[in-house]
């Protein structure tokens, strides 16, 4: 089973490039994010305040997170992101939710307990996962790890894009210093901090179509299989 990795800052693309790849050859998108966002919106709804770190790594720990893929019938649809029985694809990507996600990621706690069920996830099918830690701490085994990034401006005038489309309309300048507040956290947390795995290969898209970035991955992917096949 063929099993890719994907890690980068927010705004870099890493969803749709994920998706794309996925698609192509036949493997399971698995947005480690949207993971992380249900857990954040699960805390919001209940209430919870962030120094009640136990309380948070309850939720964590029991509530019922599950993909649901695109069906033969309609290929082109989105993948749908289930909380407890009730679809929150949309709601996740609340702003409220945005901005808890990377704060609530944080926690050892929290991690551990997702690291844990992306590992099962992936041990049972081949799998595109992307995230901020898949090859250095989920998947380090993964035969294809790619640290993507972007410019701050790139990823920010993204992110205003994607907004304005679920009817979010934003500052390009307040989401830009969002963003890099969130890069400094994510960077900086103790416990599986962003950065490039070992062995990874880092693709800037800048001036990249996502086509063309998820192009270079589904290469990579095919050469290791042929290596695989020959040895």
Sequence with gaps: MMVIAIDG????GKSTVARMVAKRLGLVYIDTGAMYRAVALAVLRAQIPMEHTEDIIGIAENVTIRFEQPSAAEPNAAQQVWLGNENVTDRIRDPAVTQLSSPVSAIGGV???????QREMARSVGVVMEG???GTVVLPWAEVKVFLTASPQERARRRCTELAAKGHPADIAVVAA?????????STRSDSP????????LIDSDGLSACEVAERII???R?????????
């Design 194 to 201: 962003l950065r490039p795995a070992d062995g990874s290969v």
């Design 219 to 221: 290469s990579m992917a």
């Design 178 to 186: 969002q963003m890099a507040e969130r890069d400094e956290r994510d």
């Design 223 to 231: 050469s290791v299989e042929c290596r695989c096949s020959t040895e």
């Design 111 to 117: 991690r551990a307990a997702l690291v844990a069920r």
């Design 9 to 12: 800052p927010s705004g870099a």
């Design 132 to 134: 901020r830690d898949i």
